[in-house]
């Protein structure tokens, strides 16, 4: 595995919560033009993509967090973070960190993370559930 997220558990609606994905390879950052996070509920086929980075440290969030989310990199520690602010019921998923090679924007890695199943590289994926 190449890719481990943490930092989900459960938090009441309001609460914030920082995920963290640890990259084991740095190769893989090395060579990455992208990075995200998606979400998906377990047991359903839909995947929304959250937030992405590109290579040139443009940032794309979707309308569903945006002013909520935000993503960061750390170079030096080859992690990657979301922290999740104003939490909402509707936030509850499996949320997963993605890296790809492809030099893409950071809209269209927000797309590729929605409508695809398979990326170059992604994690196991932690639970985010908000509760009333």
């Known amino acids: 595995v190449q890719l481990v997220e943490s930092g989900g558990g459960s938090v009441e609606a309001g609460g914030s919560l920082r995920l963290s994905c640890a990259i084991s390879v740095s190769e893989i950052v090395f060579r990455a033009g992208y990075s995200g996070w998606f979400r998906q509920i377990p047991g359903t086929e839909r995947r929304d993509g959250v937030v992405?980075?590109?290579?040139?440290?443009?940032?794309a969030v979707a309308d569903a967090v945006k002013g909520r989310f935000a993503m960061s990199k750390d170079n030096a520690k080859d992690i990657l973070y979301l922290q999740m602010d104003a939490l909402k019921p509707e936030d509850t998923a499996m949320y997963y960190c993605v890296v790809g090679r492809p030099p893409i924007t950071a809209q269209q890695a927000l797309d590729v993370m929605t409508e695809r199943r398979t990326y170059n590289f992604w994690g196991r994926g932690t639970q985010v559930t908000v509760s009333l």
């Open positions: 992405a980075l590109d290579k040139d440290g443009g940032q």
